[in-house]
């Protein structure tokens, strides 16, 4: 059996008291960290038991799977009220947990979808949304929220696991399903991230390619003292809400060309843009894209090709080297002036990405492609599946 020291996690060995009536999880926080033990993060973990007056003894609540219960109820209430829930509403919830904001949820909407990993935490919800009533209303989905399709829904609420933040509001902000807002709880760094403005120190690209689509709006902050067991970190409450109308960019494009412009965000976009490995790139996707003129890359297109494995492939190098001795030093030299006399023209040379709106790079981008310069390889062929989801930072 392999110690895995990434899986420390909470051993609740105290008593949690689920009190109905007041439809509160109470919690005696006498929780320990204990040495991971594969054998019990099974389904059938024989120390979980459920009691009849729905104690649970010995719950455990796993570090890896970000299992930070939020049991402060003014906040829970305050979650639900400042996400103007209609009684006609499907609320999409990621990780329910033990039902703590589920319950309200169901209070307020007419349906809620809730997308659980936890096998364990899926079976304690549907008894403890049973207990009240609720269950009709209840859609209950065990899967991995980056791996399922979500069905139709009209918001999100939720206190997400914060290790799957940024593909999942990737996949939330450029997925299929239309939605009116997504009020979420995210580690505090992570929403003044999203929060930046352009010239903030935290100004980066997972803000700009949201701000792109959606408006953030900040709600409040949580204390870490708030949560069961307690994290490391604070966290914040934020709302997106998707944009009426969005700006007329091919969006795997718009999400190349910001990957090249924050990829050293302190750098300016003259000294980026003449990097020898960028300007052989980009040579050759010209090259491949004017091969290519009956698929030109124009027009919104909202399919995501990049995909949700843990990690970001961010740059395609295969065939770089054969590439690069087929290309003179005429041809390399040409194409970085051509790309370096834009830049100049629209006085973008010595800007850095962290200082430049959307706007302007929305403008930038515009230019480039004008001359023929693509940043998203348009003709290879989307084999990734379904996985929709991407990181933005
Ligand atoms: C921060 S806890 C929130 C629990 C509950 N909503 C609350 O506020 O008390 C995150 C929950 O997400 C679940 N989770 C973790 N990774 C997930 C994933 N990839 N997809 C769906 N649920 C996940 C965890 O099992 C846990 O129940």
Known sequence: MLFKPKSVRTHFSGLIFFQNYQRNLWVKPSHRYGKYNEEDDDDKDPKLRNTKENQLDHFYLYKSKGQHLLTNTRILDAIVRRSNIKPTDTV??????????????????EKVVAVEIDKRMVDFLHKRVAENGLQERLNVICKDAMKVEFPQFDLVVANIPYGISSPLIAKLVYGRNPFRSATLLLQKEFA????????????????????????????????????????????????????????????????AFTRTCFGKKNKTLGATFKQKKKVMQLLKLAKTTSLNKENPPTGNNYECDEYYDGKYEDEDTDGEECFASSTSDLEMNLFKEKIVGILRKSGFEDKRPSKVSNEDLLHLLSLFNQAGIYFHDHVKPNDLGNANAAYLS
Do not use: H, Q, Y
């Open 192 to 255: 003044r991230r999203l929060l930046a403005e352009p010239g903030d120190s935290e100004f980066n690209r997972l803000a700009v390619n949201v701000n792109l689509v959606a408006d953030v709006e900040f709600v409040m902050d949580v204390s870490k003292r708030e949560f069961l067991p307690c994290p490391k970190v604070d966290s914040s409450v934020v709302i997106i809400r998707p944009k009426p109308e969005l700006p007329d960019v091919n969006l795997n494009e718009w999400r």
């Open 92 to 109: 999409l919830e990621i990780g329910p947990g033990t039902g703590n904001l589920t319950v309200k949820l169901l209070e307020a909407a």
